[in-house]
């Protein structure tokens, strides 16, 4: 490959990281605030504890958009590196990118494995799937058990088809980065620099693949829950767009003259 198809790439890669970084970022933080508010809106959510660990991997992945995806489209979208301009911003980076990462795929492995327990036929491994596993307040201690069956069975339903499209979904985006980065290794002998630029343009390519994990939970509810495009529409307009109208009415009433 000659070097003006080394920099043609290069240009073209550069494009992808701001154009796609952007859109995904601005989808991402979209849909997980989307997500935290039908979550937390609804008792049947905040009542189950493999919600528990989706909300929580939500906040969280708002939290790596804008420290993990914002800051590498900056710096190779921009040539902008704000780590060079402040010590402490590179090392918080370095650190809380890692932590991001981990929380992030813990939440959803204990996600996967609370709704494994949700749906076996074994009520000694069901009694673990609980908010009592999920978090240890006194407040919540006590609701393990009341909800209706029927609620129950259909929330199970639902929580279990979208954590095990979650799961494949993960592996798919996941594993292009992965790929570049044992091919990486396996060439980090290579001498030719234009092989060495066009593998860090290949690897920049993997990590916008990567950052859809973290920007399409949102939507795979959207796009394999029917239950959870009616609970987005109740708790948008039912819930939060009544009460939004009946405030926006009663500021609106004029007092009566005494």
């Known amino acids: 490959m000659s070097n003006f198809d080394v920099s043609l790439l290069g240009l073209a890669t550069q494009q992808v990281v701001i154009y796609v970084g952007f859109f995904l970022f601005i989808a991402g933080l979209i849909g997980c605030t989307l997500t935290l508010i039908v979550f937390v809106s609804l008792r049947t959510f905040r009542e189950s504890s493999c919600a528990f660990y989706l909300i929580a991997m939500s906040i969280v992945n708002i939290f ?38 981990l929380t992030s795929f813990t939440c959803m492995s204990l996600a996967a494995i609370d709704q494994f327990l949700a749906t076996c036929s ?14 240890s307040y006194r407040n919540v201690q006590q609701i393990a058990y009341r909800t209706v069956p029927l609620v129950r069975r259909e929330l199970d339903k639902q929580l279990t088809v979208i954590v095990l499209v979650h799961v494949f979904y993960d592996v798919i985006v996941v594993m ?7 091919f990486t290794i396996i060439s980090i002998t290579a001498t030719n620099q234009n092989i060495a630029t066009l ?13 859809f994990r973290y920007a399409g939970s949102f939507y795979i509810y959207v796009c394999v829950s029917k239950r959870f495009r009616q609970q987005l529409f ?17 500021n609106n009433q004029v007092e009566p003259q005494i």
């Open 176 to 182: 292009p980065s992965i790929i570049v980065s044992i």
């Open 64 to 101: 790596h958009l804008f420290t993990g995806l914002l800051t590498f489209i900056m710096i190779n979208g921009f040539a902008i590196n704000w780590s060079d301009t402040s010590l402490f911003y590179c090392k918080f980076r370095s650190f809380y990118v890692q932590l991001c990462i």
């Open 122 to 135: 074994q009520p000694r491994w069901q009694q673990w799937c609980n908010l009592k596993s999920a978090r």
């Open 199 to 211: 593998l860090n343009y290949i690897r920049n390519l993997a990590i916008i693949i990567y950052y």
């Open 234 to 250: 109740y708790v948008l307009f039912k819930i939060h767009f009544n009460q939004f109208c009946h405030r926006r009415a009663n």
